[in-house]
């Protein structure tokens, strides 16, 4: 080709570049550029595109500008909407990607730029309706390693009105992608509730797991809402959730429920939602941790006495170690030495008939009945039922100023323990060489306690200056 029959295939390039982006209906449809709807714009220095090194076709520029007159005349002169760039995304995939978002809590709702915004949502979703009036395959995936289909995508950028056309118009909802996420999981996994109530209306299988992890919807919806700002938020995904038929005792592959997991993250509200809707407070995971275990598990729990509380009357048998016999970290470490001391002991003693009934009049009706028990029952007993979860102990996690228990002069890592197979984490004094010296330093027995509570502890032959913690007894309950 010479030098003239490239330029003048750049200039028609050019040409018809610039008609596609003014939408100049007449240059479109003329028969004689009907050559150039399939033909690439990569030589085309001014498309954006071009930046990337990608070869753009007129529908792909067509789809990313939300051109819709200009999109509907190429569709009629035969370009194919399948046809894919160098990422392998078709027209629809364009689209949803570059999807204007609005969002709903704009300070001036009827701004110059909020109202240009609708417009190219507006706009958007207009090339979204002309690719499915011309037969574009909604559950067509991106081809590259991801497989998501447009759906995905669509979660992926919060294009809300996107999800609502796309299953409307018979998108496959439950397609998952290559790490086996469906739609539903992506909106879950972000606490997205606009989106996750959408996908539920339109058939989405809410106990479908992820065949990597084992994890449910409702899993990811509750591992995430650590990370919500408020908990109004994730409360209101989760409940849209359980509303949706979720099974709330689902476990994934570590053997843990929702629950669980709520728990492990320290989210009250999400607590008791679940328990709600029958969730399980009891039931353990594959290492054999409660509820209770994982709570403890992370330092930053301890400040919520109130889920402690609600922990410590629920789990039924209280059992403080996993199936390994491991205590919770926050157990072991050395400033918590007091609280672990009385927990052990509270584990060990029979429950009175006030917290039996507690809980189970707590587990039967929950707080949906909570209005109309209190047509029934006088105010102190559903004060005492439904808002008094204050630990049954005397326990403070938040008292920096308590000095540990006192420690064997001989074993300076040794903590007592009330059980005896519970290896500690921090214990090292098996290894220690020091050995005690009773010729220098013989032990004094007129310290020891002659009140010491029945405690079956781990203690060595010599004991020094050992001073028993008694745990302090649990508050008055209101008689019921």
């Not at 010599?462 to 302090?472: E, R």
Request: charged share 20%; aromatic share 8%; net charge neutral.
């Amino acid at each position: 080709m010479t030098t003239e029959g490239t330029n003048y295939g750049i200039r028609s390039t050019v040409t018809f570049y610039k008609a596609i982006m003014k939408e100049k209906i007449e240059f479109l449809k003329n028969p004689e550029n009907r050559h150039l709807v399939c033909l690439p714009l990569n030589n085309v220095k001014r498309i954006d595109f071009a930046n990337e090194g990608l070869a753009i076709l007129p529908i792909h520029l067509a789809a990313t500008y939300r051109k819709v007159r200009s999109l509907e005349i190429l569709l009629d002169a035969g370009a194919d909407p399948e046809l894919r760039d160098q990422r392998g995304r078709n027209a629809l995939h364009l689209v949803i990607t570059h999807w204007p978002n609005i969002v709903p809590a704009w300070p001036m709702p009827r701004s110059k730029f909020r109202l240009t915004m609708e417009t190219m949502q507006q706009r958007a979703e207009d090339c979204l309706r002309v690719l499915y009036e011309h037969g574009v395959d909604l559950n067509a995936r991106v081809s590259n390693d991801s497989q998501k289909t447009a759906l995905h995508l669509a979660v992926r950028y919060g294009a809300v009105p996107a999800v609502g056309m796309l299953a409307s118009c018979g998108a496959n909802v439950n397609l998952a992608d290559m790490i086996g996420m469906m739609p539903l999981h992506m909106a879950a996994g972000v606490l997205h509730t606009d989106i996750t109530t959408c996908l539920i209306e339109h058939g989405a299988d809410v106990n479908r797991a992820v065949e990597s992890s084992g994890n449910s919807p409702l899993h990811l919806a509750v591992r995430a809402s650590s990370f919500a700002d408020t908990q109004s938020n994730s409360l209101s995904c989760v409940s849209a959730l359980l509303e949706g038929g979720v099974k709330p005792d689902a476990v994934n592959l570590e053997g843990r429920t929702p629950l669980h997991e709520a728990c492990s993250v320290g989210r009250e509200v999400v607590v008791d939602a679940l328990l709600r809707y029958g969730a399980d407070i009891n039931k353990l995971s594959t290492r054999g941790e409660t509820c209770l275990f994982l709570f403890l598990e992370h330092k930053p729990n301890l400040s919520n006495t109130r889920l402690l509380g609600k922990l410590l009357y629920l789990t039924l048998p209280l059992k403080l170690t996993n199936s390994q016999d491991l205590l919770p970290r926050c157990l072991e470490l050395p400033e918590y030495a007091q609280q672990r001391c009385q927990l052990m002991h509270f584990a060990t003693q029979p429950r009175d008939l006030q917290s039996l009934c507690k809980i189970r009049l707590y587990q039967l009706y929950g707080e949906d009945d909570k209005p109309t028990l209190s047509e029934l029952l006088p105010s102190k007993t559903i004060d005492f039922i439904f808002d008094y979860w204050e630990s049954p102990l005397e326990i403070d996690f938040n008292k920096n100023d308590e000095s540990p228990l006192p420690r064997f002069q001989f074993y300076p890592n040794f903590i007592p323990r009330h059980f005896p197979n519970a290896p500690s984490r921090f214990d090292t004094h098996q290894n220690s060489n020091m050995q005690p010296n009773f010729a220098s330093n013989p032990p004094n027995f007129q310290h020891i306690p002659r009140n010491l509570p029945n405690y079956p502890l781990n203690v060595p032959n010599t004991p020094q200056d050992f001073t028993a913690h008694v745990p302090n007894t649990p508050p008055d309950f209101p008689n019921i």
